[in-house]
């Protein structure tokens, strides 16, 4: 049903046909269709104000390339391929952090661009003019060695390693939350909800691993699964009768 | 039907369509009625493929989540937040209030917690019990039988337990706790805290044939697709038009004055419609008032009776005043034998599934009223700010501060899922000082004056938060966790929130059998003007340690009969 027409349906006050149309579900497993149906593109409504903000920071850009390839080195810094997940640069982890630059200035924009700048001047500093992405792989790790550690500002916040401390601290926050909400990092964690399920309880084992138990006294009174499609009935004393 | 403009005259008129609203419209249609509803925002159906957020994953959305636009994430079904774009408020020397609004049908019970609690008999009565606010003009025994009805129209899970101010009603059945309710469980019983099933409205079983059953996602701030939670658009308004009932929505108008006549009795409402930027009014015999407690304060100051200055059923001077909230404090910990935890989907139903209801004895503890416990912790979809906390993880645990890598991706892994973190929800105090006004310097986008907030938490309030956190922090403790949340002191509120933060704000039209200290009556009329009805938590005499949407509905559906009734004697 296009999204017009079920607006005109609704809003005539006609809503004569069930959004919520159970068939063809299993009888144990009452989800709807309409739960797990294929989505459309977008996130879900956004107001006219988000809407049109959203395409005003579509529209511009804030990292030049040469920034951006720099943020793209230190992502996959952090965040570097293992056995079972990819690098961050694979993970969407660049385009979100521009995004954010656009859509939170005052936390991300000055930060990020100064401390890319910072860390520009270290490494020609260091290695002989070269930028952070010309130096060589073994020069960049001890460069971020040397700022990925906050203990070495601690007691010392005029240390001259500081900016590059603060940056580098931002900037793995930005990556490791970039990476955990992509799909790889969601399947590297194991988070394995956002679905639909029937819960009934902590599993067996896990329990017995932590030396818990369901209270025998309340476990009557917890949902039976398998009556969760029949119709609530109480009797006068609000007992569940169904 | 959706209209901008018409000659029609509407039996009644309700403004807003959140809990107050929506019950308004489905029990005055049922019993034949005419009705139109103003609100603010835009039509929202969570069932619609384009509107729906449920079931979206992080990377849907360009900043994963992030608050930036929407205060709870970028998902979360509020059309709003504390500030909305040209449409402020002030306050007043050092308060500090927050004021969450939520522009669309449905308004603020498509994303709120769902935490159903019925007020119990104290909470009627509390002037009496302790001398301090004001007694309600009815009785628990009088609104019972609308809190039954509400419980099996709407379905709340719970247990009956027998329990004094904390009573049964028809419960759907509790699922089972996570793991950290269980050993929240233990530790809050060995600390004297009683723990039971947690009373939320989502329906782990089938309710009727207008709403699907609960699958689990977690996910109720985004409002459900299926209507397994209680939302007001969802549950009230829909099933209401598809049984038949004559209900036309006028969304995106903005409620201006309530006209009133050289009589005064009320004749329309005007408002302005946000698609056109354009002057309407809508005529109805009944006006009801469901905008939110503020929302409706800020209407009734607006409009003006002939002859008088100081806004409508205002001769009381009260309107406005007696604002409160519930109180608000929490600790977040980390509990290490949570580390390394089995996969597998814990996600439940949205919030927790036990609570502890106020256990406490006034008469022993050096402050007032009380508070329940909210709590909860799992392995949830990561979302932005993931890890942001992970350096005071690794101090905890003795480990090197920072890094990057795959160790450090691995140290993130063993401790997911092992936060947890307690909130209290107390009872505040009403007191006269307390208060919304017109600001005589603002105004919105609309034209329409604003308000401005004075409040100050006193004593009561912040010995009630000193108890939350000395509570929290042994029933951490004795979970086995470690507090991360700084103890705070008298001068930092002991980490009480602003007033307005947990959006129960409450009482600016309060209810009353005296009319020079109170707004409306006890079915919410106000005393000025015989049919203007007040059917928001506005008239909420006291708070309770409770969540006001429960008592939202049973009152709104309390005065709304009271209305068909009137109406057939023809006394309005």
Not at chain 2, 40 to 49: E, H, I, L
Not at chain 2, 351 to 366: A, T
């Amino acid at each position: 049903m296009d999204r017009r027409k079920t607006l005109k349906t609704l809003l005539g006050g006609a809503v004569g046909t069930a959004i919520f149309t159970q068939t063809g579900c299993r009888n144990d497993d009452p989800v709807p269709a309409s739960a797990v149906e294929p989505e459309n593109t977008g996130y879900g409504l956004r107001t006219a104000w988000e809407a049109e903000r959203e395409e005003l920071l579509r529209d511009q850009r804030f990292f030049s390339d040469f920034e951006l390839e720099t943020i793209g080195v230190l992502a996959d810094i952090i965040v570097p391929a293992g056995e079972d997940h990819p690098k961050a640069t694979d993970t969407g982890v660049v385009d979100f952090i521009e995004f954010m630059a656009k859509d939170q200035p005052t936390v991300h924009q000055t930060r990020l661009r100064g401390g890319l700048a910072w860390l520009n001047a270290e490494s020609s500093k260091r290695y002989d003019g070269k930028a952070f992405i010309e130096a060589s792989p073994e020069e960049q790790i001890a460069l971020v060695d040397d700022i990925a550690y906050p203990e070495v500002i601690e007691d010392e916040p005029l240390h001259p390693m500081a900016p590059g401390v603060r940056f580098f601290d931002h900037m793995r926050f930005m990556v490791i939350t970039g990476f955990f909400t992509s799909k790889p990092g969601i399947d590297y964690l194991g988070y394995v909800g956002n679905q639909p399920n029937v819960w009934d309880g902590v599993p067996q084992e896990v329990l017995d691993k932590h030396g818990l138990a369901y209270d025998e006294e309340l476990l009557p009174k917890y949902v039976d699964q398998s009556r969760r499609t029949i119709t609530a009935e109480w009797d006068d004393d609000g007992n569940l009768i169904s | 039907m959706q209209i901008k403009k018409n000659d029609k005259e509407y039996d009644v008129v309700i403004v807003g369509s959140g809990a107050g609203g929506g019950m308004s419209a489905k029990i005055l249609s049922e019993n034949g009625l005419k009705v139109a509803i103003i609100e603010a925002g835009p039509y929202f159906d969570p069932a619609d493929k384009d509107m729906k957020t449920q079931l979206r994953w992080p990377w849907e959305s360009p900043r994963r989540g992030a608050s930036t636009t929407r205060p709870f994430g970028d998902y979360n079904a509020a059309f709003g937040g504390w500030e909305l774009p040209n449409e402020p408020y002030a306050t007043v020397g050092d308060t500090r209030f927050e004021w969450f609004r939520s522009r669309m049908l449905g308004g603020r019970t498509n994303h709120w917690g769902r935490i159903s609690l019925r007020f119990g008999p104290d909470d009627f009565h509390r002037k009496d019990l302790d001398g301090l606010g004001a007694n309600w003009p009815i009785t628990y025994e009088e609104i019972k039988p609308y809190y039954d009805r509400v419980d099996k129209l709407i379905g709340v899970t719970g247990t009956n337990e027998g329990l004094h101010n904390d009573p049964d009603g028809y419960f759907l059945p509790p699922p089972k706790p996570r793991l950290s309710e269980l050993l929240y469980t233990k530790a809050a019983r060995a600390n004297g805290v009683p723990v039971y099933p947690s009373r939320m409205s989502m329906l782990t079983k089938k309710l009727n044939e207008d709403r699907g059953v609960c699958f689990y996602c977690a996910q109720c701030s985004r409002s459900c697709a299926v209507y397994a939670d209680f939302s007001a658009g969802s549950c009230l308004i829909f099933p209401a038009m598809k049984h038949g009932g004559q209900i036309d929505l006028l969304v995106n108008c903005m409620a201006r004055e309530v006209m009133t006549d050289d009589t005064g009795k009320a004749t329309a409402v005007s408002y302005v419609s946000k698609d056109d930027r354009r002057e309407y009014e809508v005529k109805g015999k009944v006006i009801v008032l469901a905008a939110s407690a503020c929302e409706t304060a800020r209407l009734l100051l607006n409009s003006r009776m002939k002859g008088q200055t100081n806004g409508l059923g205002n001769s009381s001077g009260t309107v406005g005043r007696y604002l409160h909230d519930s109180t608000g404090a929490g600790i977040s910990g980390f509990i290490p034998s949570l580390m390394n935890r089995t996969r597998y989907n814990e996600d439940g139903m949205g919030g927790m599934h036990v609570y502890s209801p106020w256990w406490g004895d006034n008469k022993k503890l050096d402050f007032p009223r009380g508070y329940h416990i909210e709590m909860g912790g799992s392995m949830g979809m990561p979302m932005y700010g993931f890890g942001g906390g992970h350096k005071e993880i690794q101090k905890l645990l003795n480990y090197k501060v920072g890094g990057y890598g795959n160790p450090l991706l691995k140290e993130m892994k063993e401790v997911y899922g092992a936060y947890f973190y307690m909130a209290g929800r107390g009872e505040s105090v009403a007191l006269y000082d307390n208060y919304c006004e017109i600001d005589p310097t603002g105004v919105d986008e609309w034209g329409i004056p604003t308000l401005r907030f004075h409040y100050k938490w006193t004593d009561h309030e912040r010995l009630q938060a000193k108890h939350m956190q000395e509570t929290f922090r042994s029933i951490m403790t004795d979970m086995g966790g470690t507090v991360l949340t700084p103890e705070r002191t008298y001068e930092e509120d002991y980490g009480l929130l602003a007033p307005g933060a947990i959006i129960h704000e409450v009482g600016t039209t309060r209810m009353g059998d005296d009319p020079r200290d109170s707004v409306t009556n006890k079915y919410g009329r106000l005393h000025d003007v015989p049919n203007v009805f007040v059917n928001d938590a506005g008239t909420f005499a006291s708070q309770a340690d409770k969540n006001p949407t429960w008592t939202i509905l049973a009152l709104a559906m309390r005065n709304s009969e009271h209305i068909v009734s009137e109406l057939k004697k023809m006394n309005i």
